[in-house]
Structures are given as C-alpha cells and as structure tokens.
C-alpha cells in the first residue's frame, strides 16, 4: 500500500456525503436528547440555531413516537450571514459546544471521535452498494460487516482512537480482511485460566489450535529453554501486541513471564464490536474476545483479567437458569457461552490502580461458542443490528425479511417480539434479571426470512441481578447490583423501547411497511400475551408497569459528551445515568 493508497476513500464527494449522514443523525438524536430545540418554521420544516444565534440549519422532519427525529438527509441546509455554508460536521460540533455541555477537555477528543467517525464513513461509501433485500439473504457475517451506521443513538460511535489508517484498513469489520490472531505464552504465575463445566484447558486448545500448531508453539518455548508446562497460552489482537504489550509490558517480556509465540493458523474476521473475532477458517469453532486498548463509545475496549476468572461460571449459571425455566425455554432462547477465558495479572500495575483502571485490562481473552454448530436445516443467522441497517435507497434489512418471509408485517413482527422481547420481560420480571439487549448483543436465527429466536450473546460482563436479596452462588456473586426501584424499568424501557424498537418503528413507518400505532399495539399485545401467560407474578407486573403513562428519557450521547473516556462508573452504573425529562410511553393505554 502507498501513502496515498491509505486516504484514497478521503475524497471530497465522499466526505461530503460523510458529513450529510452524520449531521442528519447529530441533529436528531441531539433532538432527542433535548440537547437542542428545533423550531418549527412550517409543516415538517425546522430550523436548530448555533450557540452564538448567527448559524443556522433548516430541514425537513417527521416527529414520530418516542420523540424519535427521522430526518431527510438531503433537506439539511446551512446558513450563516445570508448565504448557504457547506455542511461541516466539525463545524456544527463546535457551534454546538455549549448547548452539547462539552467541556474544554472534552472537546478536541469528541471532534477526533467524529473524524474517526466520518473518515469510516468515507471508506463504507467505497463498498459496492449492496441493497438490503440483498444482504438480508446473504450469509452472517457478509451481514456483520455489511452494517454501515454503528451503534443507532451514538453520534460518534465509531471513534477507536488508537487505529492508525493502516490499522483501521487491518481491522475494522466492516473492511472485512482476515486476521490471524497473535498467541503469546503468559507464566502461569500470573495468568489464570477458567473455564466452564466440561471444559478442560489441554484439550480445549487442541480443539482450538490443532495438534501441529500447539506443537509448534511449544518448539518455541524450548528453545529458549523454557519448560511449556510452565505457561498458558493467550489470543492476542495484533494491535494491542504491536502498540500496547511490547512498551507497557516490556518488562514481562523481558523477564520471559510473556513470550510471543507467533500467529495462529485461522483466519479470523471481526465482529461489530471490534475486538471480538469469528473464526472465518473453521466457523464452528470459537469465537474469540481479545483485550484491545482503544477509545470506542466512551470506553477504553480492554478486557478484565480479573472479570475473566468468573466469566465461564456465569455463563453456565445464566444457561442452567435458561434450561429450567419453561417460559424461557418456550421462546426458544439460548445464549451463546463464553465457555473458558485467561488473564494476566501484571502486579505492579495491579499495585498501583484501582480494579477499574485500563492498566488491569490490557491481556486477556475469552472463548465464545459459535452460534453456527446450533443452526437447524433452512435457518440461517444476522446479527439483531440488521434489522434497523437502512441502505443507500432507504430501504431496511426488517422490510426486506418481512418481505421474504410472506407474512403480514404484524405476525412478522408478533414472531420476532416472542423470540426477542418475552424472555427480557419474563427474566426481569421472574429473576430480577436485566441483560444488554442492544441489537450487537443478539442474533437472531431466521427461516425464510421470519425469526424463529434469539440467541443473546456478551453474557458475563453484560448481565446484573437488581434483586438485594437474590440467592446467587459465590461466583456469580459479582452480578447483583444495587439500582434504584424508580430506574429499574428503565432495562426496557431504554435499552429496548428507546434505543432500539424507536428506530424500527420508525423505519418501518417511513417505509409505509407497517404504521407505528399497529407497530406499538403489537409490542403492547406481546406484553400482555406474556403476563396473562404468569398470573404468579401479577404483583411484579403492579410494580413495574410496562404500562405506565411515561418514562424517564435517559441519554447515552450525554454520558459520551461529559467523559468519552469513560462515560459510566463501571462501581455505580445506575449513578451515572443522564435523566432528562420524560417519554410517553408509546404502549400506554393500548
């Protein structure tokens, strides 16, 4: 690759294009977050002035439920001092800086964020243009990396400070290039490895790696005159041992506690969430989650060695619970589990941080099962994302299945909202039990085109108990959380309702596909089917009304906007949400 080669998806038509889209998504998810105010100036025509009053930017709207902002791209205009400015996303950021409440610190990290942001944007756009009715009939992870928009409320949520050009060309999944993971030998006087029941660490890598791969590690190690017995071996993305591993941890590696030990023979590609890895070699195998020391979505991405020594336990206690629940078991729920992880201690930066620095979060990995070894004759798999992808003709992945699955919108959908939504309710409701069901989190397992479950994914450091008083073993003693009763709802509510079924809804809407009163009313059905179904829990239902007239509005892009290093106390995760106002609860009533 040449110099130019690297900024060749930089052009000027593309990053115009880039800065349409995103100023599109700043306005209306900064709108839904009452950040800014846009002033009506006639029928579905508004108008958001700058901090100083002398910017402004006009375009077209529809104001759908959930105070949910679908705006025409193509109707954003800028003007300033009488005449039409080009758009800027940059620009608009920096109008915005004190209606956005971006501190001095904060600011010039956010408009890295949005470059980043923008500069993927440019290099999505040099993709050949694949339609949705296309990719909704392609294979998993042609869908993974075909996602063009990211995490749907972050405004700059493909940020990963820490890629350099070439890095992002090597890893980012939607340039979709195989990588071969880097294995280093970690001295097992500081790494620990765990795994769930049945799981046992020789044969389990042999499994994973094959006999000859082992073999030729192990030549590595005595070598050097190194006893293999003495290590555990350790999935590395190439990035943290190229930028971070080889200076932060040099003196591991000069003390032999960590030995590199060469790249692995399969090929991997990653996942929407970065720094996990589905094995493109051997897709049944493994996925692995590797520790990766870049700034995404206001958080640092490592990976806990201390989280990852309970990891497996959880998993098995989450899917026990799964298999001997049968309401749970009816909506054909699975999860896939992170079956064994590994960790690094490095004690002298363990000695001097608290358990939540990233300094703790730089070496460690885990194993996840593929969802591909499941998949019965006719189904296939998507990741939950794709159904609110919206490709370059407006047209949605959730339309394209509707379509290709012959049934109504409504019974497409009633499908989808028992394999999805009815095991949310019922393990909040019977358990206490709340998950991040965000569309990266689960993968749905489709059939010509209609959703036969869910399998939901990201388990251990996802998953929290909010029941005080709930009997958890020992090892899963780490998921009970102390939240308020008056936020507790806000599991759905936010997670799923607002940050989710918003823009389904109003895509589905907008396509003329299904209107949003026969949207919700489903979503309404399904919450009643599910609690006449467990007349038991009638008292839970009376406190925590899924019916109630409204909610708190929480917002994610404040959270980014006060800390982009780290948005939420991981130590009270409740006290760092950002309530403004409320939100009419679109089942109300229904």
Known sequence: MTLSDAVAHLSPRRWARANRLLLRKALAEFSHERLITPESTGEDTYEVRSDDGLTRYRFTATVRGLEHWQIDP????????????????????????????????????????????????????????????????????????????GHPCFVANNGRLGFGVHEYLSYAPETANPVRLVWLAAHRSRAAFTAGVGVEYESFLREELGAGTLERFDRVLREQDLDP???????????????????????????????????????????????????????????????LSVINMGFMRGLSAAYMEATPAINDWLAQLIENDPVLRSTGLSIIRERAAVGYRHLEYEAATDRYSPYRKMLAALWRESPVASLRDGESLATMAALVHVDHEGASIAAALIERSGLTPVEWLRRYLRAYLTPLLHSFYAYDLVYMPHGENVILVLKDGAVERAVYKDIAEEIAVMDPDAVLPPTVERL???????????????????????????????????????????????????QASTPELADKFRQYDMFAPEFALSCLNRLQLRDNKQMVDLSDPAGALQLVGTLKNPIAGL
């Open 74 to 149: 193509e109707s954003i205009t800028r003007h300033r001092d009488g005449s039409e400015l080009p758009l800027a996303a940059l620009a608009f950021i920096i109008e915005m800086q004190k209606s956005l409440g971006l501190g001095e610190e904060v600011l010039p990290v956010y408009l890295e964020e949005i470059s980043s942001t923008l500069a993927g944007t440019c290099y999505k756009l040099t993709k050949p243009e694949v339609t949705s009715a296309e990719l909704a009939g392609s294979g998993f992870q042609d869908i993974e990396t075909g996602m063009t928009e």
């Open 229 to 291: 017995g003495d290590y555990l071996l350790i999935p590395v993305h190439p990035w943290q041992w190229w930028n971070k591993l080889t200076v932060t941890f040099a003196a591991e590696v000069a003390r032999r506690h960590l030995v590199c030990l060469g790249e692995g023979d399969d090929e991997y590609v990653a996942q929407q969430s970065i720094r996990t890895f589905f094995n493109r070699s051997a897709p049944g195998k493994h996925y692995v989650k590797t520790a």
């Open 480 to 530: 009970r959380v102390d939240v308020p009763e008056d936020t507790k709802l806000l599991s759905i509510f936010t997670d799923v309702f607002d940050c989710f079924f918003r823009f389904l809804a109003a895509n589905l809407a907008g396509e003329g596909v299904l209107d949003e009163a026969d949207f919700w009313r489903t979503v309404a059905d399904c919450v009643r089917e599910y």
